[in-house]
């Protein structure tokens, strides 16, 4: 199924996002008249004709639509990567798998304290397109410090540190919470962050006998949170 992306702007209209714009009425060349099907990224799919095409828009009467409630909360706190292409990467896998919030934090070991959002936000976007997803990823639009990320008041919350003292993730996690999953920089958080995301609430977990790189980390312990979540429905 081919979806676009818009907003709505009134009681019966939606209006697509620029960036759909010429994807819609260049490459599929859709007319006056057509069918389309539009996610706002907020749970409400709609079935639309398309009413007016210009350059920059695309306005669609609303004729049906349907709602999605949210997936049970899993936001993804972590360190950017010295490699920005990786965290990309990142953000796409996450959004397929139903991560619903997500924040780069600042690290006392975090290699890179910047990076594109807009760029990030299109990457989401895409994804959510290509996964058939209903609502947004939620990004935090600026870099966190991670001192102000561990005063979250989520239900659940962890923190991953290579250590084979600490629970395994699959182990620890419960199968129903919201959940909030902190992954450090290559070198992992210091002592110091750990010991102060406790004082704050954070179980610390590892992800398994192996060494994983942050994204491959994030991955992993969104994958597996998901899955548990999913198996609790």
């Known amino acids: 199924m081919i979806i676009f992306l818009g907003e709505k702007i009134n009681v019966g209209t939606i209006s697509l996002f620029e960036s759909e714009v010429a994807h819609c009425a260049k490459i599929l060349r859709k007319q006056v008249g057509d069918t389309i099907v539009v996610h ?15 350059k920059k828009q695309v306005l669609a009467q609303i004729n049906s639509s349907e709602t999605h409630p949210r997936l049970s909360t899993i936001h993804l706190g972590i360190s950017l990567t010295k490699n920005i292409d990786r965290i990309e990467w990142l953000v796409s ?29 299109k990457i989401m976007q895409s994804a959510v397109k290509q996964s058939l997803k209903h609502w947004f990823v939620e990004i935090t639009p ?30 620890a996690v419960p199968s129903s919470a919201s959940i909030l999953m902190l992954i450090g920089p290559e070198g992992d958080f210091t002592q110091e962050e750990v010991n102060g995301a406790s004082q704050h609430g954070f179980e610390s977990v590892n992800l398994g006998s192996q060494r994983l790189r942050t994204e491959t980390a994030g991955l992993y312990a969104s994958t597996l949170l998901r899955a548990r979540q999913d198996q609790a429905k």
């Open 40 to 54: 706002d990224g907020s749970g409400s799919v709609y079935t639309c004709t398309i009413t007016s095409i210009s």
């Open 93 to 121: 896998k996450v959004t397929e798998i139903g991560v619903t919030h997500l924040t780069f934090i600042k690290t006392q070991r975090s290699e890179r304290s910047k990076c594109r959002m807009d760029r990030i936000e």
């Open 142 to 171: 600026t870099i966190v410090p991670f001192a102000e990320i561990v005063k979250s008041t989520a239900s659940t919350k962890y923190i991953a540190s290579y250590a084979p003292e600490h629970a395994n993730l699959m182990d």
